[in-house]
């Protein structure tokens, strides 16, 4: 098992929740949601926490928990479309792991998002408007913490975790199929499935 994590940030519907549990099956990886985590943490779904305490309570509590997981070993985190937003967490993702930015377009965000009633900022008379403010917004501060940019164009998240394997520094696949890892602590390679 690897200690290095893997942070995976986007707008919503880049596909970081689909592809991060993919990549972590492929390597044997832990795979963890930060916005499930907030909700397991509070009992309550983001749309609520939204409704009942607004977008900024929500943003403290989504800061909290990438503190927490990204201090965890040997993970892959999908995170919140938002989490970029805070400091001390684009510090805490790009100093912790390898993030991998996942890019698309808006016009795909828009459709794979168009009937999720469970993505609050989208619950507007202009969905594409907001899309488009959102990636205006954040577009710089996913560049800023990424250390590889994908864009998320790829047929399917099988294609798309290969992509992502083979930009992976220190993961090396073989014929077979068995990704391996270099060890921090030498040179011996360990098989992860």
Known sequence: MTTKNIFLVGLMGSGKTTVGRALAKR??????????????????SIPLIFEIEGEASFRRREAEVIRDLTARKGI?????????LDPQSRQYLKERGTVIYLRASVSSLLH???????????QTADPRKK??????????????????TMDTGRPNAHAMVQAIISQLPGYEEDATGIVSVESRDSNQQQEIE
């Open 76 to 84: 892959v985190l999908a995170t919140g479309g938002g989490a970029v």
């Open 112 to 122: 794979r998002t168009l009937n999720d009633k469970n993505r609050p900022l989208l």
């Open 27 to 44: 390597l044997g990886m832990q795979f963890v949601d930060a916005d499930h985590e907030v909700e397991a943490r509070t009992g309550a």
């Open 131 to 148: 899309l488009e403010e959102l990636a205006q917004q954040r577009e710089p501060l996913y560049r800023e913490v990424a250390h590889i």
